[in-house]
């Protein structure tokens, strides 16, 4: 099993510009999420989706939009990137109910804003 | 969600044990004690998680104190492997609260 992937790994963006952040997982999970962590933070939710067809916004949502039409992708756009987005973003997945905070987290993607 | 406090950082000599404290004095009855570790430049790695009974893993060891406001992982055996920073995050589990507050997490050094 690959567990969680992220693509791409790493990416430079100009202030203005698109991008989409694809996170996939093969652990048949209902749940995913999208973090954020910044410099010296601590990570911070940006949306989540507890099922295929959902998402549901979290702690820090704005500039950003999600998509699961599949339950094994989760996908995180950027519509008009801003240098305040620059971050390592972090995808997790896990089961539901009980099991649902003992997250499977991916290895990030580093995105620059210039 | 309770709030935690965690030492900024810890040392550790290799083979010997590391004693990560937490402290989580307004935790609720319902609320889990979640810990989780981010070895440099990695994702997050669950490691263990306890309601009010000591819990054990193959990883690591949760000793939460009877009044529940403080709690401590235990490695038995750390390895320079174990260099990361570890988060104590205190959280429902399931139902319909999902959000992991991590803080900013204790890092621990484990020096040869």
């Known amino acids: 099993n690959a567990g969680v992937t992220q693509t791409p790994k790493f990416r430079v963006l100009k202030t203005g510009q698109s991008m989409t952040l694809l996170c996939a997982q093969d652990?048949?999970?209902?749940?995913m999420y999208w973090y954020r962590q910044d410099p010296g933070m601590g990570l911070r939710l940006i949306h989540y989706s507890v099922g295929e067809g959902t998402t549901a916004k979290g702690e820090v949502p704005d500039g950003y939009n999600v998509s699961r039409l599949k339950k094994q992708n989760f996908l995180l756009g950027l519509e008009s990137a801003a240098p305040s987005q620059t971050s390592v973003y972090f995808c997790?997945?896990?089961?539901?109910?009980?099991?649902?905070?003992?997250?499977?987290f991916g290895p990030g993607t580093r995105l620059t804003v210039l | 969600d309770a709030k935690t406090t965690q030492p900024t950082s810890m040392d550790c000599a290799e083979g010997r044990a590391a004693n990560l404290p937490c402290n989580h004095s307004?935790?609720?009855?319902?609320?889990?004690v979640y810990w989780y570790r981010q070895i440099h430049s990695q994702g997050p790695q669950y490691i263990i998680h306890?309601?009010?009974n000591n819990e054990t893993n193959e990883m690591a060891s949760l000793i939460i104190t009877e009044d529940r406001k403080s709690s401590t992982l235990i490695l038995p055996h750390a390895t320079l492997r174990d260099t990361a920073v570890y988060y104590c995050i205190i959280s429902y589990s399931g139902g319909s609260n999902y959000k992991l507050t991590f803080g900013k997490g204790t890092l621990l050094t484990v020096n040869p």
């Open positions: 997790a997945s896990s089961y539901r109910g009980l099991a649902a905070n003992e997250q499977f």
């Open positions: 307004t935790i609720s009855g319902n609320e889990y």
């Open positions: 306890g309601l009010k």
């Open positions: 652990m048949n999970h209902e749940y």
